[in-house]
């Protein structure tokens, strides 16, 4: 049975940093792409960075609302998918989702088949 659990969400102040994390078991993490996705209250869920096992064009991408601010990394030897989050600001407050599907990592919730079940950011202003 796949698991993804998140950790590491919390509180902080505008332009503060904040990493979260993603261990995640039952599947093979070498063929795993994997990605963050948040939803904010009132609003959809929404596609925030992937990293695919194979890829054409590079690994890692993100979405234009964090590019250069939001980093996205993985360790194999500890089966965790990381976000690391700077110069935050308010509209960066949602739960944020890990998800995992084979090889490609894209920017579509419906095409991952697994997902964790969240963990709250909040940045006050």
């Known amino acids: 049975q796949v698991q993804l659990v998140e950790s590491g969400g919390g509180l902080v102040q505008t332009g503060e940093s904040l990493t979260i994390s993603c261990a995640i078991s039952?599947?093979?993490?070498?063929?795993?792409?994997m990605a963050w996705f948040r939803q904010a209250p009132g609003k959809e869920r929404e596609f925030v960075a992937g990293?695919?096992?194979?890829?054409?064009?590079?690994?890692?991408f993100y979405a234009d609302s964090v590019k250069g601010r939001f980093t996205i990394a993985r360790d194999a030897a500890k089966n965790t998918l990381y976000l690391q989050m700077n110069t935050l600001k308010p509209e960066d407050t949602a739960i944020y989702y890990c998800?995992?599907?084979?090889?490609?990592?894209?920017?579509?919730?419906?095409?991952?088949?697994?997902w964790g079940q969240g963990t709250q950011v909040t940045v006050s202003s």
């Open positions: 039952g599947r093979t993490f070498t063929r795993s792409a």
């Open positions: 998800a995992t599907r084979n090889w490609v990592a894209t920017e579509r919730a419906e095409d991952y088949n697994d």
């Open positions: 990293y695919s096992v194979i890829s054409v064009s590079g690994l890692t």
